[in-house]
């Protein structure tokens, strides 16, 4: 199994800046993918961003150039550094991580950590 732990998370003002982590542990050789989603009340969740295991990237269309994604291997740990916040990336944010199915992993998910973005 795969525990997923995130922080960063807080109130910010529009225009401003957080970065988000997120720590896996346990069975860390389960994981391929990365990525983190968000999901504000009453809306679906959302992929926001992802990076594989050699580092390819992918955003969604509303973050391009303003967030970025990256991934320490080593540590097991990807991060998501957010710039020009906009109200409307006010969400919770979830931590996920892809398992190989060859080697009998699943999906796994953080708890999520809260982000706010004032006008």
């Known amino acids: 199994q795969v525990q997923l732990v995130e922080s960063g998370g807080g109130l910010v003002q529009a225009g401003g800046s957080l970065r988000l982590s997120c720590a896996a542990s346990g069975d860390t050789i389960c994981i391929s993918a990365m990525g983190w989603y968000r999901q504000a009340p009453g809306k679906e969740r959302e992929l926001v961003a992802a990076i594989t295991s050699g580092g390819s990237t992918y955003y969604a269309d509303s973050v391009k150039g303003r967030f970025t994604i990256s991934r320490d291997n080593a540590k097991n740990t990807v991060y998501l550094q957010m710039n020009s916040l906009k109200p409307e990336d006010t969400a919770v944010y979830y931590c996920?991580?892809?398992?190989?199915?060859?080697?009998?992993?699943?999906?796994?998910w953080g708890q999520g950590t809260q982000v706010t973005v004032s006008s």
């Open positions: 996920n991580a892809d398992g190989y199915s060859d080697y009998g992993c699943g999906d796994y």
